[in-house]
Structures are given as structure tokens and as C-alpha cells.
């Protein structure tokens, strides 16, 4: 069985966090393992407390892991504060954990902080360039792009150029806070290319940026090609969410589970 590593912090609610990451790998019938940065106090309705990791505990689970059990593929999510973000990161090149997807979790659906404003330079510097794959969202591509305002796919391409500079192999920014059909776009350096989906009108999508880049992980995982990987990855979380469960009182999960079987891809 592959193996695919998820280096995040962890979601009380199971929403979102290492909780999808796992669901999505087993989804997808591959095993995962996790390294956990930060404990948070959460449910649907938003974060309530933050409690991070050592860097030097981070290092220990992830020694134990790479020493016994090793994986095919690896994603990072939360990761709070610049002492983490380095440690993650020489971790990371120590093991030579490669392909890599690196979702940067910045701020939670609910508006809490989810990296220290102190830590987005070390995420720059220290992790993008170890990036297969970048994945942020319309309004982390803002920040890392330096942009006012992305509203349309010319400023997506713009920022992904932007992006591009900072290290990452190739870029994908997720289209789901603009108007319209949920359009991702991915860029590899020299081409740009769009991933299309319905919208659903749902207010249960806590957790959709971790499960997309997950999945996008498990595919890795199973040897599937980056672009491939994505398409996979995105016609799954579509249904996530187009079955997504009305749990809780604010925004609610998605169904990981919903096609009923392991993924075929």
C-alpha cells in the first residue's frame, strides 16, 4: 500500500486539518501518517484556541516516521509560526521528502489567524521552494503575490507568475471564493491551464482546501502525474462537497466518503 505523509495542525471538529487529510487519504486507499503542529479548539462555527507544537517534538514524529515507514508523497497544511515552518522544512530536505504539496493555511474560514503574520517570510523563504505544488487560495495568493485584489483569471495568471518567482515547481490557485464556476488555475512555470467545476450552493465547506490538496497528495502518492493528479483531485472534492453533511451550526463538512468506495484514479 502507498503511503502519504500530512504534516498539519490537527481540527476538533474534523473538519479540516490532519482529521481530512486522513479521511481523503483513505479515500483514496492510501495509508496516512501524520505529523501534528498545532492543536486547535474548533467546531463549524470558527477556531477557538491555538496550541502549537516544539519544533523539536515536530522533528521527533517525524523521525519515527521516516525511520520505520517512510512515504511516496506529502502535503503540509497548517503550520503556525516561523520556528515551525524552519524546522518542517529542514525535516523536509533531510528526508528528501519529495513530491510535495504545500497548502499554505494562513487564516481560517471564520477569519482566526492560522499563521503568525511574523511567520509568512520563513513560509517564503524556507518552504516554497521545497514545493512541487503550491495550492493557496484567492486571498493567501493576494498575500504572497503582494496584490490589492485578484477578480478575475488575468490577476489569477498575475499572481501565479507573481508566485512562481517565490520557488514553487508550479502553482495552483483555487478559484473558489470568486463568483461564477469554481475555476482553479495551474501554472508550471512556462503554461497556464484551468480546472473547472459546478458551484454548489452549499455553506458546508469547512475543510475544502485541506481535502483538495490531500487528495491531490494521494494521487501523488498512487504515482499519478501533477496535472493528472489535479484533475483527480478535483472532480473528488467536487463531490465532497455536492454531498457535504450538515453537521453543526456554522460552516459544515464535507463528505469524504461520499462515492461509497475507495477512489479509483
Given amino acids: 500500500m502507498k ?39 474548533q ?3 470558527g477556531v477557538f484556541g491555538v496550541a502549537e507544537q516544539t519544533p523539536k517534538f ?46 499554505p493555511v494562513m487564516v481560517a474560514k471564520g477569519g482566526h489567524a492560522l499563521l503568525k503574520a511574523e511567520a509568512e517570510e520563513a513560509l517564503i523563504t524556507c518552504l516554497l521552494p521545497l514545493a512541487n505544488l503550491l495550492t493557496p487560495n484567492i486571498d493567501e495568493a493576494q498575500r504572497l ?3 490589492k485584489k485578484i477578480e478575475s483569471l488575468d490577476q489569477m495568471k498575475e499572481a501565479a507568475l507573481k508566485i512562481s518567482m517565490l520557488g514553487p515547481r508550479a502553482v495552483l490557485i483555487k478559484g473558489g471564493h470568486l463568483p461564477g464556476r469554481a475555476t482553479d488555475l495551474y501554472f508550471d512555470g512556462r503554461a497556464f491551464k484551468t480546472y473547472e467545476s459546478e458551484r454548489i450552493d452549499t455553506s458546508n465547506t469547512h475543510g475544502t482546501g ?16 501533477l ?5 483527480e ?8 462537497i455536492k454531498n457535504s453533511v450538515g453537521i453543526g451550526h456554522g460552516f459544515g463538512p464535507l463528505d469524504h466518503f461520499w462515492s461509497g468506495k475507495i477512489r479509483e484514479c
Avoid: W
Avoid at 486507499?29 to 501524520?34: K, L, R
Avoid at 512515504?71 to 513530491?99: D, R
Avoid at 485541506?210 to 502525474?225: D, F, M
Avoid at 483531485?233 to 465532497?240: D, F, I, R
Fill in 43 to 45: 467546531n463549524t462555527q
Fill in 210 to 225: 485541506c481535502t483538495y490538496s490531500a487528495a491531490i497528495t494521494a494521487c501523488l502518492a498512487r504515482g499519478l502525474k
Fill in 58 to 103: 515536530i522533528a521527533k514524529q517525524l523521525f519515527v516516521l521516516m525511520k520505520d515507514i517512510g512515504c511516496q508523497a506529502a502535503k503540509t497544511g497548517m503550520l503556525y509560526n516561523s520556528q515551525i515552518i524552519e524546522q518542517v522544512s529542514h525535516e523536509i530536505k533531510k528526508y528528501k521528502i519529495s513530491p510535495l504539496v504545500v497548502d
Fill in 145 to 147: 503575490a503582494k496584490m
Fill in 233 to 240: 483531485a478535483k472532480k473528488y472534492v467536487t463531490g465532497c
Fill in 227 to 231: 496535472e493528472q493528479a489535479i484533475a
Fill in 3 to 41: 503511503v502519504a505523509l500530512t504534516i498539519a495542525g490537527s481540527d476538533s471538529g474534523s473538519g479540516a486539518g490532519i482529521q481530512a487529510d486522513l479521511k481523503t487519504f483513505a479515500a483514496f486507499g492510501v495509508y496516512g501518517i501524520n505529523v501534528i503542529t498545532a492543536l486547535t479548539a
